[in-house]
């Protein structure tokens, strides 16, 4: 059954999505936040790594669906790693908890320079539903209360395009 | 001299609480007002194996406990006012209520007296007061809470710290392992990083707003907890939602169920190495979440329930669509199944490994896949036959092995009836109205609403004019999370992996 599995991958018209183009609205903040002659020095790779500071899990499914075969993020040079001190990119989600603060501090100052980080979702950008509890930093739990973010990509949570043609932005917009 | 153990009452739980006083305004099961005497009863016949746990929560001067007896189904809500600032703990006779009271002692500031567990849980010690919903919270500055871990002894121990951020995209914790060798001696597992504060989020919010909050409670179970809340606001204000609603209701339910057993399955496959089936599971979840995006407007189905009703309606194009999609997923997964169950090497990964015995499931009346692949025959949907469900009366898949294997199994099997019950929900979709208004009036509410992961519980209470006073959401993964220590206990640190994903227990969900 695997063979014959396999074998169909292979006759089969692909299910991987054309291209997206990059969204603008990324395009438009990081030409204010990005400094584009460190970007550039990347080339056509980046290698996050992702940080739940205290989402609801949403945001973790969409970017679980970025891999999968339909968005096929790989095929850009983007992928995830296991460490900050391999990454690029911070992609966090949030709101960033108090409980977590100290957690996502680390791991940014684990991640060797240069870095950029994303915030991912409404949460991560302090306009989300728990905005305004105790047990969030800064009291809206803004990813940029507890480290610089030099993209935003908005929704609740993001779909897997949006989060795509955000990513594509950072990685042609340099 | 050892004192002679005083008899257990032979009385069942409404016997018992009988004699208590009922809270009028709560529905649709009853609330009684216990004293210290008849609370300490019932701890011991939860010891006793008599009841089910399904939850305990507290206010600022009272605490609640929700039990279930299996032997009669009745359902009952017992409290207890702590005038004093204590409670006798349920934990230290039962010990599935620990966690649960050390919340309580965390956010309320109410001393579950006799638990020997002092450690906080949800508060490390990092918020800006103490006991954040007590009526005045004290200021707390300086450093975070040291967290002692439960000791180990032996020759050759060492200790492996895991987290609060994994390797994976996942959400935060932290797993302290004992090891000898390779095999695992203790698991403890040390939750609340991603509290986010939610109980006191949702007080005094109208009813619409904390709706969108509690759907966010766990975001991979949205639509249950949505239908939680809805049912207990429903409950609270004797709002009767239209038939089609209900109806549409359990499709979005049941598409969730679908959606998140495929992502789970897959990916216990991908922790034991074996790409093939999680690449093809995603496909097929993915084709699933843009049809939902496209028919109701979010790939999640976030904020589509709402007191009253839904804000979705079906068509009979959507509803072919649907159709010709599950079609397919049910033909390529049902491949899928024959891969998994051919391939000896993952078998060997799964088989034997991760195995939580059914006395332990029964004890803490674990709810979901990790209850029923351990003997424990409970399923909402079933047992609280809520509409349509008491209609549809869903078959229960139930396995004994209590390992990884009969916990991906029960998926398996969950994803073929989730596949019939919505073609069955499609061809019997009532013809009406979508939503009614909901009169706001003062009184409680409970619901239970069977997600993935098993049954969710939302209580809560409103004030006349529809806004929350008190709110609390339970996740199914209070009662497992503990489990999965057990549950590794003699496996090897390797397959750490792949028995918490089987489990796939919220964090979210609980650090509330």
């Known amino acids: 059954?695997?063979?014959?599995?396999?074998?169909?991958?292979?006759?089969?018209?692909?299910?991987?999505?054309?291209?997206?183009?990059?969204?603008?609205?990324?395009?438009?903040?990081?030409?204010?936040?990005?400094?584009?002659?460190?970007?550039?020095?990347?080339?056509?790779?980046?290698?996050?790594?992702?940080?739940?500071?205290?989402?609801?899990?949403?945001?973790?499914?969409?970017?679980?669906?970025?891999?999968?075969?339909?968005?096929?993020?790989?095929?850009?040079?983007?992928?995830?790693?296991?460490?900050?001190?391999?990454?690029?990119?911070?992609?966090?989600?949030?709101?960033?908890?108090?409980?977590?603060?100290?957690?996502?501090?680390?791991?940014?100052?684990?991640?060797?320079?240069?870095?950029?980080?994303?915030?991912?979702?409404?949460?991560?950008?302090?306009?989300?539903?728990?905005?305004?509890?105790?047990?969030?930093?800064?009291?809206?739990?803004a990813v940029a209360e507890v480290v610089p973010v030099h993209l935003h990509i908005k929704g609740c949570p993001p779909s897997p395009m949006i989060l795509l043609q955000g990513l594509l932005a950072l990685l042609e917009g340099g | 001299m050892s004192a002679s153990p005083i008899p257990l009452p032979e009385h069942s739980l409404a016997e018992l609480l009988a004699g208590a006083p009922a809270v009028p305004e709560h529905r649709p099961w009853a609330r009684h007002r216990v004293d210290p005497a008849t609370w300490e009863t019932l701890g011991r016949l939860l010891a006793a194996g008599r009841f089910d746990l399904l939850g305990l929560w507290g206010e600022r001067e009272a605490v609640h406990v929700a039990l279930f007896e299996p032997s009669t189904e009745v359902l009952a809500v017992a409290s207890l006012d702590c005038p004093t600032g204590s409670f006798p703990s349920l934990g230290r006779l039962h010990p599935p209520a620990i966690r649960l009271e050390r919340t309580i002692r965390d956010l309320f500031g109410l001393e579950p007296s006799g638990l020997e567990d002092r450690r906080g849980w949800l508060d490390h010690g990092r918020w800006p007061t103490r006991r954040p919903l007590a009526n005045a919270p004290p200021t707390h500055y300086g450093t975070p809470d040291p967290y002692p871990f439960l000791p180990v002894e032996g020759e050759g121990i060492h200790e492996i710290p895991v987290g609060p951020i994994h390797a994976g995209i996942i959400e935060p914790g932290h797993f302290r392992f004992r090891a000898q060798g390779e095999t695992v001696v203790r698991l403890e597992a040390r939750l609340g990083w991603v509290h986010k504060g939610i109980e006191k989020r949702l007080e005094g919010l109208p009813w619409d707003e904390a709706a969108r909050i509690v759907g966010r409670v766990s975001g991979d179970a949205t639509v249950a907890y949505q239908w939680a809340f809805a049912r207990a606001v429903e409950a609270a204000t004797g709002t009767e939602p239209p038939e089609r609603?209900?109806?549409?209701?359990?499709?979005?339910?049941?598409?969730?169920?679908?959606?998140?057993?495929?992502?789970?399955?897959?990916?216990?496959?991908?922790?034991?190495?074996?790409?093939?089936?999680?690449?093809?599971?995603?496909?097929?979840?993915e084709q699933l979440l843009q049809l939902a995006g496209e028919l109701f407007g979010h790939r999640l189905m976030m904020d589509r329930i709402v007191p009253g009703g839904v804000v979705v309606d079906l068509d009979a194009a959507g509803s072919n669509r649907l159709r010709e999609l599950l079609r397919t997923i049910g033909n390529r997964f049902e491949r899928l199944v024959q891969i998994y169950d051919d391939t000896p090497s993952l078998q060997d990964r799964t088989a034997t490994t991760g195995i939580l015995a059914p006395g332990l499931a029964r004890r803490f009346a674990a709810g979901g896949h990790v209850g029923r692949a351990s003997g424990r025959d409970f399923d909402s949907r079933r047992d609280l036959a809520y509409p349509p469900y008491d209609a549809l009366r869903p078959t229960i898949p139930v396995r004994t092995r209590g390992d990884v294997d009969a916990r991906v199994w029960i998926r398996i099997e969950e994803i073929r009836e989730s596949l019939k019950l919505v073609g069955r929900i499609l061809d019997q979709l009532p013809p009406g109205s979508l939503s009614v208004p909901v009169e706001p009036r003062a009184g409680e509410g409970m619901g239970?609403?069977?997600?993935?992961?098993?049954?969710?519980?939302?209580?809560?209470?409103?004030?006349?004019?529809?806004?929350?006073?008190?709110?609390?959401?339970?996740?199914?993964?209070?009662?497992?999370?503990?489990?999965?220590?057990?549950?590794?206990?003699?496996?090897?640190v390797a397959d750490f992996p792949l028995c918490n994903k089987s489990f796939d227990c919220s964090y979210s969900g609980v650090d509330l």
């Open chain 2, 448 to 492: 239970i609403v069977e997600s993935f992961r098993g049954e969710v519980l939302v209580w809560l209470r409103l004030d006349p004019e529809g806004r929350v006073l008190r709110c609390h959401p339970r996740d199914p993964s209070w009662f497992q999370w503990p489990l999965l220590e057990a549950a590794i206990e003699a496996n090897i």
């Open chain 2, 245 to 285: 609603a209900v109806w549409l209701r359990a499709l979005l339910s049941e598409l969730e169920r679908i959606a998140m057993h495929l992502h789970d399955v897959g990916f216990v496959c991908n922790d034991a190495a074996f790409a093939l089936v999680h690449t093809h599971t995603a496909i097929l979840r």
């Open chain 1, 1 to 141: 059954m695997s063979r014959e599995l396999l074998l169909e991958g292979l006759l089969e018209r692909p299910v991987t999505i054309p291209k997206p183009a990059p969204s603008p609205e990324a395009l438009a903040e990081l030409a204010r936040t990005v400094d584009r002659a460190a970007l550039r020095r990347l080339g056509r790779s980046l290698v996050i790594r992702e940080v739940d500071a205290g989402s609801c899990n949403g945001c973790e499914l969409e970017i679980h669906a970025l891999g999968n075969a339909i968005y096929d993020l790989e095929r850009f040079g983007i992928r995830f790693a296991a460490s900050p001190k391999h990454a690029d990119v911070l992609m966090v989600t949030g709101p960033v908890t108090r409980n977590m603060a100290a957690a996502l501090r680390r791991a940014w100052e684990c991640t060797p320079d240069p870095k950029w980080v994303v915030a991912v979702g409404d949460c991560a950008a302090g306009c989300g539903v728990f905005a305004g509890s105790y047990a969030l930093a800064g009291g809206t739990g």
